[in-house]
């Protein structure tokens, strides 16, 4: 069994910056593909992006070029450098943890980050 375990999440003003943080604990498998994803109030669930553990990662178009994922392996710990905050960036993020793409995640609690206009 896995749990993850978000932080950083909080108020911030537009074009301003945060950095998320999920530390993973359990029964972890390696390889795996940890991800991050994002629930605005109304609106589906989106990936925001993934990062395996060889460092491949992979955005969704409307964070790209603003958000960074990355990842500590001896941590078992993954990133969100999120930069140039919009209110439509305005959501609860979770972190994921899968052996593969398309296996079924391990889910975090989730952080809320609202980002002020």
């Known amino acids: 069994q896995v749990q993850l375990v978000e932080s950083g999440g909080g108020l911030v003003q537009a074009g301003g910056s945060l950095r998320l943080s999920c530390a993973a604990s359990?029964?972890?498998?390696?390889?795996?593909?940890m991800g991050w994803y994002r629930q605005a109030p109304g609106k589906q669930r989106e990936l925001v992006g993934y990062?395996?553990?060889?460092?491949?990662?992979n955005y969704a178009d409307s964070v790209k070029g603003r958000f960074t994922i990355s990842r500590d392996n001896a941590k078992n710990t993954v990133y969100l450098q999120m930069n140039g905050l919009n209110p439509e960036d305005t959501a609860i993020y979770y972190c994921?943890?899968?052996?593969?793409?398309?296996?079924?995640?391990?889910w975090g609690q989730g952080t809320q980050v609202t980002v002020s206009s």
């Open positions: 994921t943890l899968s052996t593969t793409l398309f296996s079924r995640p391990s």
């Open positions: 359990g029964t972890i498998f390696s390889p795996n593909v």
């Open positions: 990062i395996t553990s060889g460092g491949t990662t």
